[in-house]
Nanobody
Framework: QVQLVESGGGLVQAGGSLRLSCAAS????????MGWFRQAPGKEREFVAA????????YYPDSVKGRFTISRVNAKNTVYLQMNSLKPEDTAVYYC????????????????WGQGTQVTVSS
């Protein structure tokens, strides 16, 4: 497993942007597919984005496609989530996830999770 620490959350107005970061340590970062999930109060955890170990493949649900971009810099052991055109419904705690298998990340069954960072979008 890897240890994951998210940062970059905060309060932003609707239409604004934020970039989340997730720093990994403990194992070979480049061997892991990475993902972002979110959970709003009273709602189930929701998949937001995933990226393969080399960055060649990404996947998004329709709810964020075209607004969010996941990327990674393996030399920095970091994965990013650029969020543009934010909406109040994007308000949630955002979690970073890691797993050797891309499909496992997308399915929400990753072996490693961060502690989360709060994103609040005001209307």
């Amino acid at each position: 497993q890897v240890q994951l620490v998210e940062s970059g959350g905060g309060l932003v107005q609707a239409g604004g942007s934020l970039r989340l970061s997730c720093a990994a340590s403990g194992r070979t970062f480049s061997a892991y597919a990475m993902g972002w999930f979110r959970q709003a109060p009273g709602k189930e955890r929701e998949f937001v984005a995933a990226i393969s170990w080399a960055g060649g493949s990404t996947y998004y649900p329709d709810s964020v496609k075209g607004r969010f971009t996941i990327s990674r810099v393996n030399a920095k052991n970091t994965v990013y989530l650029q969020m543009n055109s934010l909406k109040p419904e994007d308000t949630a705690v955002y979690y970073c996830a890691a797993d050797p298998l891309f499909r496992t990340v997308v399915a929400g069954n990753s072996g490693s999770w961060g502690q989360g960072t709060q994103v609040t979008v005001s209307s």
